[in-house]
């Protein structure tokens, strides 16, 4: 069983930076992928950015690229997302999930590959 513990989260300006961690319990951490997902109010849930346990990233969702950056710390057993250039848009809950094993060739933006998720963090972009 894999505990997910967001934070990080908050009230930033646009245009400002804010950096989310996923704290994991457990002592595995490294055989799983990792990935982050947000849902706005009244939105389906969204993907975001997913990290092999090996820290290849084969996929980040376009609204993101170039702005945020997923990576993960296999020794403290965490995940991060570090979020630049933010924007009205990107206020969302924010949620990680974890999936073990798979591949690069594995579809990763599919949410229903994930085995466990935290309860998500708010992030909340103001003009």
């Known amino acids: 069983q894999v505990q997910l513990v967001e934070s990080g989260g908050g009230l930033v300006q646009a245009g400002g930076s804010l950096r989310l961690s996923c704290a994991t319990s457990?002592?595995?951490?490294?055989?799983?992928?990792m990935g982050w997902f947000r849902q706005a109010p009244g939105k389906e849930r969204e993907f975001v950015s997913a990290i092999l346990g090996s820290g290849e990233t084969p996929y980040s969702a376009d609204s993101v690229k170039g702005r945020f950056t997923i990576s993960r710390d296999n020794a403290k057993n965490t995940l991060y997302l570090q979020m630049n250039s933010l924007k009205l848009e990107d206020t969302a809950v924010y949620c990680c999930?974890?999936?073990?094993?798979?591949?690069?060739?594995?579809?990763?933006?599919?949410?229903?590959?994930?085995?466990?998720w935290g309860q998500g963090t708010q992030v909340t972009v103001s003009s």
């Open positions: 999930a974890a999936a073990y094993g798979g591949s690069r060739y594995t579809n990763w933006r599919n949410g229903g590959l994930y085995d466990y």
């Open positions: 457990g002592r595995t951490f490294s055989r799983y992928t």
